[in-house]
Nanobody
Framework: QVQLEESGGGSVHTGGSLRLSCVAS??????????MGWFRQFPGKEREAVAL????????YYHTSVKGRFIISKNKARDAVSLQMNSLKPEDTAMYSC???????????????????WGQGTQVTVSS
């Protein structure tokens, strides 16, 4: 079973930056992931895709609210992904979770697919 270990969450002021990292580990960590990325969840809301990296990183998805501010990067081995978050806003405050799947999947498919691997989540808090 793959485990996704997340780090980099924290508390910053408006306009600050954070870098989230997710590294796969466990008995199946040698597998590569066609889709790796980050989702976030606000209290009382459904998960939403923040950014996804497909294949070797050539394809990406960004939620419209983070375009131009966040950058997702996948490593060459396709077992780790980072999210550089710049110009953070209070509305970015949420629990961020890493997600991974061997296949290339759309954001909607990732949200619904039961075989997606999920991290424990890391809290990002942006104060005004």
């Amino acid at each position: 079973q793959v485990q996704l270990e997340e780090s980099g969450g924290g508390s910053v002021h408006t306009g600050g930056s954070l870098r989230l990292s997710c590294v796969a580990s466990g008995s199946t960590a040698n597998a590569t992931f066609g889709t790796m990325g980050w989702f976030r969840q606000f209290p009382g809301k459904e998960r939403e895709a923040v950014a996804l990296s497909w294949g070797d990183g050539g394809g990406t998805y960004y939620h419209t609210s983070v375009k131009g501010r966040f950058i997702i990067s996948k490593n060459k081995a396709r077992d780790a992904v980072s999210l550089q978050m710049n110009s953070l806003k209070p509305e970015d405050t949420a629990m961020y979770s890493c997600a991974a799947h061997p296949s290339v999947l759309s954001a909607d498919r990732m949200r619904r697919e039961l075989s997606v691997h999920w991290g424990q989540g890391t809290q990002v808090t942006v104060s005004s």
